[in-house]
């Protein structure tokens, strides 16, 4: 009787060790036996006025969110996972107009257009634009917090593609 419970419980745990989808606190849903690599090609900057060093913070930012929220690796090219694109939109707008129409605050909006291959599953392949905004006060000139609002765009950029390339939410 006991030898039968042993290798029960054996046989459980091997049926289970063969299944490894993977979740973590990322949120992430990566099948870690199928899909190994990534790749993340260099998004140039089509935007008129954006800061020169916006192109390769933001491709820097999108390899960084894979390579610190999953066990995948960077490679050049051809990964299992595929990220390429372009910068679309960069602009600073007034928001919150005041009663003297002087607006409070600012808003400065990106725009990246990505194409997403998966090359393990072709249904989760997607192109789609991501848009992300950062607001700050209009009393402050672009230049003094423009690097700091950048830092934020991408975040959330980044957090949104991650979201919808690897999350099953």
Known sequence: MRIQAIISLGAIAVVFSACSVNYGFSGASVDYNEVKTYSVDFF??????????????????????????????????????QFSGKITDYRTAPVSIQANEVAAQNKLTITVSVVFVNTKDDTKNFEQSFTQYALYDSDKPLSEVE???????????????FNKAVSDW
């Open 44 to 81: 140039p900057n089509y935007a008129p006025l954006a800061q020169p060093t916006l192109a390769q913070e933001f491709t820097e930012e999108l390899r960084n969110i894979f390579l610190n929220q999953t066990k995948l690796d960077l490679v050049k090219t051809d990964g299992d996972l």
């Open 147 to 161: 690097s700091t609002l950048i830092e934020q765009v991408n975040e959330l950029l980044t957090q949104d593609i």
